[in-house]
């Protein structure tokens, strides 16, 4: 949520003014559903992806739903640390190139459809809620990490 945004801006003002790098750091991000925009450090990438203030409203409600997952038996699942480094794209530039992506396409044959609140739940099988929370929540984690990388 914000305190995850609030930490991270932190860091990201300690970084400005230290003459040293900052320690590697992990930050276990939650409860997306309490994310709000004023603290949402994202912000950049988000709107590179052509999504709105309204957008980020409904993502945070829907984030939740990831919680609707089934949970799979957890009898030994011990996995160990991986050792090896990834390096992401430039994230602010992979949003640039979706959105011009998403903006040549024809939407003339898309009905667009404003849902009232329940009907929109209703609309969506509890794996698909399960699964579009899930994918909400990794995109604030990769608008965070866009704002990581600047």
């Not at 709000?36 to 709107?47: N, R």
């Not at 945070?60 to 089934?70: D, E, F, G, P, V």
């Not at 480094?85 to 959105?99: F, G, N, Y």
């Amino acid at each position: 949520g914000p305190a995850c945004d609030l930490a991270i801006t932190s860091l990201s003002r300690m970084a400005e003014h230290s003459q040293h790098l900052l320690p590697p750091t992990a930050i276990a991000t939650c409860c997306h559903y309490l994310c709000t925009w004023e603290s949402f450090i994202g912000k950049e990438f988000w709107l590179a992806l052509g999504l709105t203030t309204e957008d980020f409203i409904v993502a945070t409600s829907c984030s939740q739903w990831a919680s609707l997952q089934r949970k799979k038996s957890t009898t030994s699942n011990v996995t160990s640390a991986s050792t090896e480094t990834v390096i992401l794209p430039d994230l602010l530039k992979v949003a640039h190139s979706a959105k011009v992506a998403l903006d040549g396409m024809d939407m003339s044959t898309v009905e667009m459809k404003l849902l009232p609140s329940k009907e929109f739940e209703k609309i969506f099988a509890r794996e698909e809620k399960a699964m579009l929370g899930v994918q909400l929540k990794k995109l604030f984690d990769l608008s965070r990490a866009s704002f990581c990388q600047r």
